[in-house]
């Protein structure tokens, strides 16, 4: 889905839970640190951590210029036959987009650095009660507030600690240049946006169990 153009003028800052700060406008909506995306690109090994201007940033590495190109080599054929010339892809200079980043208290597992086992997510207590032994009231019990049955956080963050996107770094430069960064902010929300349409993709092809 394409995002309509920004314009980060009209966001009003609204305080939100642990220190966290979001950005409203009532065309936009919200503009979040979007924890759960930089979490998952971070992780991503085609891009990079680099610190700018004392900040981290998360960068986006892609050859927009990559190209076949032919070697010249010729390929020997077991039959004999001489083939075309190798072709190999020329990647080119990498181009870097940056997305500035601020450390924050993970959303998903609160700070804990696990999170309860999704695999029972939505059991019901009846579900328990027949899959459980004698004892599964106890588990229920440990499951709903004990740790016994926790997971690694699902946004692999830093033992309860997660990058963000830093939209209030990025909304103090805004005023220098507003057009360009208005179009920089726009670039942002696309990515996060297919980030979204990726992995609604991706759960109901899990779902029909592709
Ligand atoms: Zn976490």
Redesign the pocket.
């Known amino acids: 889905m394409k995002v309509k153009e920004t314009d980060l003028g009209t966001f009003k800052v609204c305080p939100g839970e642990n220190g966290k700060v979001y950005y409203h406008d009532s065309v936009y909506g919200y503009l979040d640190s979007e924890q759960s995306f930089t979490m998952y690109e971070v992780s991503n090994s085609s891009n990079e951590m680099v610190v700018v201007n004392n900040r981290q940033h998360l960068a986006f590495v892609s050859y927009p210029d990559g190209e076949w190109v032919t070697t010249g080599k010729m390929i020997p054929r077991e039959s004999g036959i001489i083939s075309d010339p190798e072709r190999v892809f020329n990647h080119g200079e990498p181009v870097r987009f940056m997305i500035p980043l601020v450390l924050e208290i993970?959303e998903?597992?609160e700070g804990?650095?696990t999170?309860g086992n999704p695999a029972f997510n939505g059991t019901s207590i009846e579900w328990w009660q027949e899959s459980g032994g004698p004892d599964w009231q106890e588990d229920l019990n440990e499951y709903m507030h004990g740790d016994l049955y926790d997971v690694q956080?699902e946004?692999h963050?830093d033992q309860?600690k997660?990058w963000g996107i830093d939209w209030t770094y990025i909304i103090g430069q805004w005023k220098d240049d507003p057009r360009v960064i208005n179009d920089y902010a726009t670039e942002i929300r696309q990515l996060v946006s297919e980030y979204y349409d990726h992995m609604a993709e991706r759960a109901s092809e899990e779902r029909w169990g592709y």
């Open positions: 993970c998903r597992c804990k650095g999170m956080c946004f963050c309860g997660a």
